[in-house]
C-alpha cells in the first residue's frame, strides 16, 4: 500500500468528527505536493435561514487573522520600509500613552511587549464585555482601539515576559498604515492576499449581505445568539478577516514557498523566536510545538484554525461557527499526525 493510500486509511477518525452533528464548518488536509487527503463541509453556515455548509464558505478567521498582519509586516521591511527593531514610536504617534519607546515591532509580533491587552483573555478577561457599555460598531478602524488599551498600566518592561496580546498585532497595524499610506484591510487585500491568489478572502462588514459568509454564535440559555454585538463588525490587524479553507492553504503553501517575502524573511517568518511555555514557543505570528506550527483563532461564534505537520509533510485547515466547534476536529487531526496532541483552545 502506498503512502498515500495509508493515509487516506488512517484518515476515518478524522472524517469522522468532521462529520459530527455537533460541527458546523469545514475541515481540508492535503499534502504538501497537493493531493486532497480530506474535504469536509458540514452542518450549516447560517442557522437562521438553513443554509448549508460549502467547501468555499467564507469564515470569520479570529485570530488567525495575525498571520497576515505579519506577512504584512514582512513584505515592508523586505522593501526597506520597516525595520523589526524599529520602536513603534518611530511609526505611530503614541505621545501622552503608556506604550514605552523601547516597544519594537519585534517585540509586538512576539508578544514579549508587556503592554497589557484591551481584554486579558490570559486572565479570564472576555473581549465582549468591551462592548457591554461602549458600541462594538464604533470601532472600524485601527485608530479606534486604542482607547481601550494605550493608557493602561504596562505588564512587564519590553522582552522580560511573553504574553499573548491582541493588541500588539493592532499597534503594528497602524505602523504598516503609517509608513505605506494606505489602510490596513487595503495594503493586506493588495499586498498579501492578491499575490498568493487568495481571491476569496477579505475584510466584510458584518452589518452587509455579502455572500458566502457563515453566521457564527453559540447557545445561550438554550437558544442560538449570533455574535453580532461580541466584537467590531469588521476586521482589524488582530482578528475578524474572513477566508476560506482553500485560501489559507494557499497562504500557508504561499508563504513556505517564498511566494511572497525574500528567502531571509521567509526563513525567520517560519523559525520560533521566544518560548511561551514548557511545550509552545512563538514566532512572527506561528506557534510551534513538537511536531507542528500553526495559528489558531477563538471568538465568541468563531473557532479555527491553520495548521502544518512537517514531518507528514501535510498542511490542514479547521473552520467552525462556534468557539469550541474546531476543536474535536483538530484533535483529531493531531491524533493522525504527531504524537503528542496540541491542546485545543
Not at 491568489?197 to 453559540?218: I, L, Q
Amino acid at each position: 500500500m502506498s503512502m498515500l493510500a495509508c493515509m487516506h486509511s488512517s484518515l476515518e477518525p478524522i472524517h469522522a468528527a468532521a462529520t459530527s452533528s455537533d460541527f458546523h464548518g469545514v475541515a481540508v488536509a492535503e499534502t504538501w505536493e497537493a493531493n486532497r487527503l480530506l474535504d469536509v463541509a458540514n452542518g450549516l453556515a447560517s442557522r437562521r435561514w438553513r443554509v448549508p455548509m460549502a467547501s468555499d464558505t467564507r469564515f470569520d478567521t479570529a485570530s488567525i487573522t495575525k498571520l497576515f498582519t505579519s506577512a504584512a509586516t514582512f513584505v515592508l521591511v523586505d522593501r526597506g520600509k520597516l525595520s523589526l527593531d524599529d520602536s513603534i514610536h518611530d511609526h505611530v504617534d503614541l505621545a501622552g500613552t503608556t506604550i514605552s519607546r523601547d516597544v519594537t515591532l519585534r517585540h509586538l509580533l512576539t508578544h514579549t511587549s508587556g503592554i497589557a491587552d484591551d481584554a486579558d483573555e490570559e486572565a479570564g478577561e472576555h473581549y465582549e464585555d468591551l462592548f457591554v457599555d461602549a458600541p462594538n460598531y464604533a470601532i472600524t478602524e485601527t485608530r479606534h482601539f486604542l482607547k481601550n488599551f494605550a493608557h493602561k498600566q504596562p505588564l512587564a518592561a519590553p522582552g522580560r515576559q511573553c504574553r499573548y496580546c491582541n493588541v500588539g498585532y493592532v499597534l503594528v497595524g497602524l505602523a504598516i498604515e503609517s509608513v505605506s499610506g494606505r489602510s490596513y484591510r487595503e495594503f493586506v487585500g493588495e499586498e498579501v492576499f492578491a499575490p498568493l491568489g487568495m481571491t476569496d478572502s477579505g475584510f466584510f462588514d458584518r452589518r452587509d449581505a455579502e455572500p458566502r459568509v457563515a453566521e457564527g454564535g453559540e447557545m445561550v440559555g438554550g437558544r442560538w445568539q449570533q455574535n453580532i454585538y461580541s466584537y467590531p463588525p469588521i476586521g482589524s490587524p488582530d482578528g475578524g478577516a474572513h477566508s476560506t479553507a482553500a485560501d489559507l492553504l494557499r497562504f500557508l503553501r504561499g508563504m513556505r514557498g517564498g511566494g511572497l517575502l525574500s528567502a531571509r524573511s521567509t526563513a525567520a517568518w517560519f523559525t520560533p523566536q521566544v518560548r511561551h511555555d514548557d511545550r509552545v514557543q512563538y514566532g512572527f505570528g506561528l506557534e510551534f510545538g513538537p511536531g507542528s506550527l500553526w495559528k489558531e483563532g477563538v471568538n465568541f461564534g468563531a473557532s479555527g484554525i491553520v495548521v502544518s505537520y512537517p514531518e507528514a509533510r501535510v498542511d490542514a485547515v479547521v473552520l467552525s461557527t462556534s468557539q469550541s466547534g474546531a476543536w474535536p476536529v483538530v484533535r483529531a487531526l493531531n491524533a493522525v499526525f504527531r504524537a503528542d496532541p496540541m491542546p485545543s483552545s
